[in-house]
């Protein structure tokens, strides 16, 4: 199992601890939903946490039930199916009252003890993209379709640009097979 998880796992992991962790065994589990968990994995990647995500454009359902076009890494979707696949993580899907579905995750016990095995300067690399400089956890907004980080404790706010699609350029020629008779305008008749 040890050998399965690699270092962009476990900083996804350690990101979704940081905001599922609970002070109180008696209070209710705490959850990360999905579209604020993007966010933190956009901005994470971006900023170069991540050495092996990357992201593309990924037509996703909003809260509202409506669909918007987010830069998604397919990479970070993977590695939440491994991590729940290796039982470090839960999964829990809500149904809204527009019919649509809310994906959260939280860390499992046996999440949260391979979490205690990791290195502290990479706890370190994602602490510096979760917390604001004056140490309290940012949390991310969601509003009138953009996404924000902000702390409510020192007043920071910043915009997250995960719903800024990128062109990317690319060139590309015309491919016509040669059953179609390309060049041979005259339609089979003899001259």
Excluded at 132 to 139: A, M
Aim: glycine share 6%.
């Amino acid at each position: 199992m040890e050998s399965e998880i690699t270092d962009d796992m476990l900083k996804l992991l350690y990101i979704i601890h940081e905001y599922t962790k609970q002070k109180n065994e008696k209070t209710d589990p705490i959850w990360i939903k999905e579209l604020p968990l993007a966010t933190l994995i956009y901005k994470g990647t971006v900023s170069g946490l991540f050495e092996t995500y990357d992201y593309a454009p990924w037509s996703v359902q909003m809260l509202d039930g409506t669909r918007q076009w987010l830069n998604i890494s397919r990479e970070a979707k993977d590695d939440l199916q491994d991590l729940l696949r290796l039982g470090l993580l839960f999964i829990l899907r809500l149904s809204t009252g527009s019919y649509g579905y809310i994906t959260a995750y939280r860390v499992t016990s046996a999440g949260n003890n391979r979490l205690s095995y990791m290195m502290p300067e990479m706890k370190e690399s994602v602490r510096k993209l979760l917390y604001c400089d004056s140490k309290h956890l940012k949390l991310v907004e969601i509003k009138n379709r953009q996404f924000y980080l902000f702390c409510p404790e020192c007043d920071w706010r910043e915009k997250v640009a995960i719903d800024e699609l990128e062109d990317i350029p690319y060139k590309s020629k015309a491919y016509l097979p040669r059953y179609l008779g390309v060049g041979d305008f005259s339609g089979g008749a003899s001259k």
